[in-house]
């Protein structure tokens, strides 16, 4: 093995490369071990190159020793007239120890060891909490099942059930001390984007009847006729969690923004930044809080719930403009058959200052999406012709993609009274009303900057959306079956540390790979334990993604015969922090001391 330097300028990397032969009898090499950035391990050894390098051929001594010890063949004896023995537990997820590496880079140990000096309990609080976060990424279910889960981990928890819901309380206690921790420390493993700061609301239902603690009836983003509790979110502008509360299901979630705001300003250390979210967060007094902070934001606007003038002007054809042209463009005058102009999003500026500041309306038309936006509505259109035409029960439309509210309603009138007899047709002014605004889009902003940009800023709340949907149908953070309230914030905050631990390993895999196709390969690597050796083999299916994976951390389990030794120090390997993260923790430190 050998140690090679790949990479541009300012963004190499140190691995350890093997050579191999091929089938055809051809040698070729490929990567063995990654061993890190090397400007960070550069600055690990004071900037000595020589000293660098001679570490780094160390370690490729160090795995071409321990290649040659395990690259022998080995010998299995099995009986068919043995049995295994009753209770044994022969197979074990291993995908989870990718993302025990990435807990410790966060430095969990080290929040729940601070925690732990100050309640002094006696159970291992960094195995229940990290625990859950595993689960739930893996297998998420009820604590109860959760806690069985692990239990095909290849280290079974040491710790009680009881324990569990001891450390919930706790865990809810400290909330706001373990995410600003989990926010500081995850800069050890990405670096933080902090220039556009994205917030959303959501909401989760809770499988009961009656109100309960936090959890009241209120207008729920699922349709269900259950008491909820509500959540706010931060994200960064690269789709990671920055931070979240939890609020009563009927509290307006316009509330929930600037108690969250100043903490993220306070305690976060982010005094600057673009403020974005959507309409229904975008309130006066939240914009003016923003604007009075000093802050940037960018917030849509419904064209609809605009002051009629107002609407008028912003969808007026006259005075759009392509990207990169002064020329202005009429929009009426548009060949939208022509590719180019189908591809193309135009904008105009208009001054807005609906809440006393000066603040710019930027309206977008794109033909794409109003084409997109018609054969929608088309369908629709012709679900409430079939309703009209079945003869079925008319029901009022729940919302603005329900096909009833295209059903319009006439009683009939027999001597100046109302009949029994009504007559159901497509309300076309409806249809009309709503036509008018296909393909156009707003957004309001105090920033005087590129317009594009702006709407740069703002195409990237699709990500937070994403996040919600990642907890509340891959986590399965609803239903919510807790009780208590301070139970009830913890499980919401290992949904948000689970959150946050995926999405590092989404940065980590360079965003190649969907949720589902992480997920699934996590999951699905187990291994099984021959007892008779005390070895593993892996049983499961080597794939592109695990590859990745194994290429990124550091570490190998698909080889086909893995030693118990071996695995535990694969184990280790997970549990230790990176040279980078270490000199990063230690200049932290030493700025605590100041």
Excluded at 167 to 182: N, P, R
Excluded at 536 to 557: C, K, M, V
Excluded at 559 to 564: G, K, L, N, P
């Amino acid at each position: 093995m050998y140690v090679a330097v790949t990479g541009k300028a300012g963004n190499k990397d140190v691995y350890i490369y093997e050579s191999f032969r091929k089938p055809d009898g051809k040698t070729s090499s490929r990567i063995h071990r990654k061993l890190g950035k090397y400007n960070d391990l550069l600055r690990t050894f004071d900037d000595s190159e020589d000293a660098l390098m001679a570490w780094a051929r160390e370690e490729a001594k160090k795995d071409t020793e321990e290649y040659r010890q395990n690259s022998g063949s080995v010998s299995i004896t099995f009986h068919q007239a043995s049995r295994i023995p009753p209770g044994e537990e022969r197979s074990f997820n291993a995908g989870y120890l990718f993302l025990q590496k990435i807990c410790t880079d966060l430095r969990i140990r080290q929040i729940c060891r601070r925690i732990r000096d100050k309640y002094r309990f006696q159970y291992d609080l960094e195995s229940v909490f990290t625990d859950l976060v595993y689960a739930r990424i893996l297998c998420p279910s009820s604590k109860l099942s959760s806690y069985e889960y692990c239990r095909h981990l290849l280290e079974p928890p040491k710790y009680g059930m009881e324990d569990v819901y001891r450390a919930l309380s706790v865990i809810a206690k400290e909330s706001d001390f373990i995410q600003s921790e989990l926010y500081r420390n995850s800069g050890f493993i990405h670096r933080r984007n902090r220039s556009v700061l994205y917030y959303d609301c959501t909401n989760y239902y809770f499988e009961i009847e009656q109100e309960r603690g936090d959890a009241h009836y209120g207008k729920s983003k699922e349709h269900r006729p259950n008491p909820i509790i509500g959540m706010g979110l931060f994200m960064d502008a690269d789709g990671i969690p920055l931070t979240f509360s939890t609020y009563p299901g009927n509290q307006n979630e316009q509330l929930s923004l600037r108690p969250l705001e100043k903490k993220v300003i306070g305690d976060f250390g982010c005094s600057k930044f673009i403020f974005c979210s959507d309409s229904g967060l975008g309130s006066r007094q939240n914009r003016k809080f923003n604007n009075n902070s000093g802050m940037g934001y960018v917030i849509t606007q419904s064209l609809k719930k605009m002051k009629k003038e107002d609407r008028d002007t912003a969808l007026r054809p006259a005075g759009f403009r392509a990207p990169g042209s002064g020329k202005a463009v009429d929009l009426s005058l548009l060949d939208e058959t022509d590719p180019v102009v189908r591809d193309t999003v135009y904008y105009k500026e208009i001054p807005f200052g609906s809440a006393g500041i000066e603040e710019t309306l930027i309206v977008t038309y794109s033909p794409k999406y109003k084409a997109y936006q018609r054969r929608i509505r088309n369908e629709q259109i012709s679900r409430a012709q079939k309703i009209i035409d079945g003869n079925g029960k008319i029901r009022k439309g729940k919302n603005e993609n329900d096909p009833y509210r295209f059903v319009m309603k006439t009683s009939l009138t027999k001597d100046g009274e109302i009949a029994e007899k009504h007559v159901y047709e497509l309300d076309e002014d409806r249809i009309r009303d709503e036509e008018q605004y296909d393909g156009f889009y707003a957004v309001v902003t105090n920033l005087d900057d590129d317009p594009m940009k702006i709407i740069k800023i703002n195409e990237g709340r699709w990500e937070i959306e994403e996040c919600f949907r990642i907890m509340k149908t891959e986590f399965e953070a609803r239903p919510v079956y807790l009780q208590r309230d301070d139970r009830i914030r913890a499980h919401f905050l290992t949904c948000f540390t689970a959150l946050l631990v995926y999405r590092l390993l989404e940065q980590k895999l360079d965003r190649k790979y969907t949720c589902r196709q992480i997920l699934d390969t996590l999951s699905g690597m187990n291994v099984t334990r021959l007892s008779s050796v005390s070895g593993y083999i892996p049983s499961y299916r080597r794939t592109e993604i695990t590859d990745a994976l194994h290429r990124e951390f550091g570490f190998q389990t698909d080889y086909e015969y893995i030693t118990r030794s071996k695995m535990r120090s694969i184990i280790k390997t997970t549990k230790e922090v990176t040279a980078a993260s270490q000199r990063k923790i230690s200049e932290d430190r030493k700025i605590e001391k100041i």
